[in-house]
């Protein structure tokens, strides 16, 4: 699954879980759990993509040691993060007891493919149901800067992205537009990077407007 599914998955399995075990889980942390998996993408050639961090017996030891550190914010978390797999042996497969076995397990319906299309763009509209139903549509909308932190998972996803296509001598924007299904998640993505990128507008503006407060009120001029 490409990354706009993995971070829109993530964030409903992060979400929902938060609200069923009463914490709280931040929109960054909740975008971002689904793409850590794909952070290996940064360690190549140290490490092969698509291995250590999409194995069970790496990943559930990690999300064990979170939930007894934090709680329900560690399940939330470690849920989201795990959803990358679940997401990933759907359309194709994962290597769930590597670097013990090779095994690879999966039903593989194909990426790209419809049902692939279907999986990303339909997480991606849940996000937006749930991000006005939780609140978190004010991220966007409203100049607070809490909303700076969505620059993590909209960086996370641009940089892996482009690293996954330079290492893979993929031409992006050729690769993009090849085929409708591919067509429908690359506007997929930029939407969300778009709305990302308007939450950390946001996020710089309540930042600036903090910064010009105090000395506004330390001048001789404001009465």
Not at 150 to 171: C, K, R, W
Request: charged share 10%; aromatic share 10%; hydrophobic share 50%.
């Amino acid at each position: 699954m490409f990354l706009l599914g993995h971070s829109c998955w993530s964030y409903v399995f992060s979400k929902v879980t938060g609200r069923q075990v009463k914490v709280y889980i931040p929109a960054y942390m909740a975008l971002l759990a689904g793409v850590l998996p794909d952070f290996d993408i940064y360690f190549k050639p140290l490490i092969q993509h698509h291995t250590y961090t999409h194995s069970l017996i790496i990943l559930l030891p990690i999300c064990a040691v979170l939930i007894v550190r934090f709680k329900g914010l560690g399940l939330a978390f470690s849920l989201g993060t795990l959803s990358h797999l679940v997401a990933d042996s759907i359309v194709g497969t994962i290597p769930p007891l590597y670097p013990l076995s090779n095994f690879e397990f999966g039903i593989s319906l194909g990426l790209p493919s419809p049902a692939d299309t279907a999986l990303e763009v339909g997480a991606l509209g849940l996000v937006l149901v749930l991000a006005y139903l939780n609140g978190d549509y004010r991220l966007v909308t409203e100049s607070q800067r809490g909303s700076l932190y969505l620059i993590i998972p909209m960086v996370s996803v641009v940089t892996l992205t482009l690293l996954f296509a330079g290492d893979n001598n993929v031409p992006l924007a050729a690769f993009a537009f090849s085929r409708k299904a591919l067509t429908l998640i690359t506007l997929g993505h930029a939407v969300l990077i778009g709305i990302l990128c308007l939450g950390v507008v946001q996020g710089v503006r309540a930042a600036i407007v903090e910064r010009k407060q105090p000395s506004q009120a330390s001048s001789p001029f404001v009465s």
